[in-house]
């Protein structure tokens, strides 16, 4: 596999505390096994975390951002186009930049061996995808939307529809992961993922918007997702010790 070098030298703004889940959320029962016991010693960022090798176009498949073509036929489920921009706490575009996502299908079923959900898997849908942003820091997708799923949390608990996301920003080392949640979605208000985001106006941050301009007539619906990948208005993202 070949690698490129990023040109580019982050600098560093701190987040807003309030803006990403805690290591600790008693609610999510996972983070009580796996959160931090002792304080965190904060490193400070050398030329490793912010310059670094990064995916380039000539490492992407012409049909990685298109999770409705990958198998020999369409994958059952609502077909949706996902995009935005990302970008640093300035608004300046993050160029050039890996994007992975992955889902569940469209009945809420991972292809994983760990899922046991029993609804059916979709031989024509695997639920990952990548892709490459442009000079803008545009990102497109083309997939299904994913359907809830109980996880066994709590009783009764189910996840809101989401999309996983991984971002590379600058280099591989700067990687950071959040989701994407869908407007209006009922199941907001019982699920303590996204109700870790302790900040409202941070969790809004985490739901796509529908997007009319880019819809496309009689073939897919679109949701806008844009991405800020720290600073005051960063996107929540996955808080996981190091």
């Given at each position: 596999?070949?690698?490129?070098?990023?040109?580019?030298?982050?600098?560093?703004?701190?987040?807003?505390?309030?803006?990403?889940?805690?290591?600790?959320?008693?609610?999510?029962?996972?983070?009580?096994?796996?959160?931090?016991?002792?304080?965190?010693t904060?490193?400070?960022?050398?030329?490793?975390?912010?310059?670094?090798?990064?995916?380039?176009?000539?490492?992407?498949g012409?049909?990685?951002?298109?999770?409705?073509?990958?198998?020999?036929?369409?994958?059952?489920?609502?077909?949706?186009?996902?995009?935005g921009?990302?970008?640093?706490?300035?608004?300046?575009?993050?160029?050039?930049?890996?994007?992975?996502?992955?889902?569940?299908?469209?009945?809420?079923?991972y292809?994983?061996?760990?899922?046991?959900?029993?609804?059916?898997?979709?031989?024509?849908?695997?639920?990952?995808g990548?892709?490459?942003?442009?000079?803008e820091?545009?990102?497109?997708?083309?997939?299904?939307?994913?359907?809830a799923?109980?996880?066994?949390?709590?009783p009764?608990?189910?996840?809101?529809?989401?999309?996983?996301?991984?971002?590379?920003?600058?280099?591989?080392?700067?990687?950071?992961?959040?989701?994407?949640?869908?407007?209006?979605?009922?199941?907001?208000?019982?699920?303590?993922?996204?109700?870790?985001?302790?900040?409202?106006?941070?969790?809004?941050?985490?739901?796509?918007?529908?997007?009319?301009?880019a819809?496309e007539?009689?073939?897919?619906l679109?949701?806008?997702?844009?991405?800020?990948?720290?600073?005051?208005?960063?996107?929540?993202?996955k808080?996981?010790?190091?």
């Open positions: 596999m070949a690698w490129q070098r990023s040109s580019r030298v982050a600098g560093y703004r701190r987040d807003d505390a309030e803006a990403h889940p805690p290591y600790l959320h008693p609610d999510y029962k996972g983070t009580r096994l796996r959160a931090p016991e002792r304080p965190l904060i490193l400070p960022h050398t030329l490793s975390e912010i310059t670094g090798p990064v995916y380039g176009p000539g490492q992407m012409p049909l990685d951002h298109d999770l409705t073509r990958q198998h020999g036929g369409e994958p059952l489920g609502e077909r949706i186009i996902v995009h921009r990302v970008t640093d706490d300035d608004g300046r575009p993050v160029r050039n930049s890996l994007i992975e996502i992955w889902q569940a299908n469209a009945a809420g079923r292809v994983h061996q760990g899922d046991r959900h029993p609804a059916p898997l979709d031989p024509n849908f695997s639920g990952a990548r892709c490459i942003t442009d000079e820091g545009h990102y497109r997708f083309v997939t299904v939307k994913p359907g799923y109980p996880w066994g949390n709590h009764n608990a189910w996840r809101p529809a989401h999309i996983h996301f991984s971002l590379f920003g600058p280099a591989f080392a700067t990687r950071l992961v959040t989701q994407m949640y869908f407007p209006g979605d009922p199941l907001f208000g019982q699920d303590p993922i996204f109700q870790s985001v302790r900040d409202p106006q941070a969790r809004e941050r985490l739901i796509s918007s529908f997007d009319l301009d819809t007539p009689e073939w897919a679109a949701y806008r997702f844009d991405i800020v990948l720290r600073g005051r208005e960063a996107t929540p993202m808080r996981t010790p190091k």
